[in-house]
Antibody, heavy 120, light 108 residues
Framework: QVQLVQSGSELRKPGASVKVSCKTS????????MNWVRQAPGQGLEWMGW????????TYAPGFTGRFVFSLDTSVSTAYLQISSLKVEDTAVYYC?????????????WGQGTPVTVSS | SSELTQDPAVSVALGQTVRITCQGD??????ATWYQQKPGQPPVLVFY???GRPSGIPDRFSGSSSGNTASLTITGAQAEDQADYYC???????????FGGGTKLTVL
């Protein structure tokens, strides 16, 4: 069965960096794009962008350029989200979500989420 | 417009029917997708496309669309349907994804 397992919760100080992993299994990793979604405390879902798991080419949503980097390690079917120069307002749960088998199914399976807390 | 608008909160009596709506210009061109999220859990896909329901999702969940408005209807709401519901579609350019602000459904 399809599984997306994310790394555990993180606590960082402002200005630091964090790297979140999303290890997948149960499907062909390079056949479906991977998306990243942010959910701040008590807030809604916010699409951060996606990465083509075949080419490694990332696309970032407005507001997620510069400090956010999507990457892959196809040898272990894992996607990564790195955030640098962390700000308090980056405190959120970060989800990876794979594309579905059709353009009408953007996110069919989700990771369990990785809470990132940025606090001095 | 690059926004999807949802009512923040809706309530329904147990066993009754409720419609959750999502408005946005991009819905004239793209189908909405609907996700259910319960506290402390990731979202779950509940409806997609014209009439798509993933395996395991009860058939009391259905979707429809007209003009710039998409709807998720729950016919015979159950206590376990109490959750936040998010709509999603591409933006008008087709290059990016959008989420609505979410609707908190309370089952009374």
């Amino acid at each position: 069965q399809v599984q997306l397992v994310q790394s555990g919760s993180e606590l960082r100080k402002p200005g630091a960096s964090v790297k979140v992993s999303c290890k997948t299994s149960g499907y062909s990793f390079t056949s479906y794009a991977m998306n990243w979604v942010r959910q701040a405390p008590g807030q809604g879902l916010e699409w951060m962008g996606w990465i083509n798991t075949n080419t490694g080419n990332p696309t970032y949503a407005p507001g997620f350029t510069g400090r956010f980097v999507f990457s892959l390690d196809t040898s272990v079917s894992t996607a990564y989200l790195q955030i640098s120069s962390l700000k308090v307002e980056d405190t959120a749960v970060y989800y990876c979500a794979k594309d579905g088998p059709s353009v009408v199914i953007p996110f069919d399976f989700w990771g369990q989420g990785t809470p990132v807390t940025v606090s001095s | 417009s690059s926004e999807l608008t949802q009512d923040p909160a809706v309530s329904v009596a147990l066993g009754q029917t409720v419609r959750i709506t999502c408005q946005g210009d991009s819905l004239r061109s793209y189908y909405a997708t609907w996700y259910q999220q319960k506290p402390g859990q990731p979202p779950v896909l509940v409806f997609y496309g014209k009439n798509g329901r993933p395996s395991g999702i009860p058939d009391r969940f259905s979707g429809s669309s007209s003009g710039n408005t998409a709807s998720l209807t729950i016919t015979g709401a159950q206590a376990e349907d109490q959750a936040d519901y998010y709509c999603n579609s591409r933006d008008s350019s087709g290059d990016h994804q959008l989420f609505g602000g979410g609707t908190k459904l309370t089952v009374l």
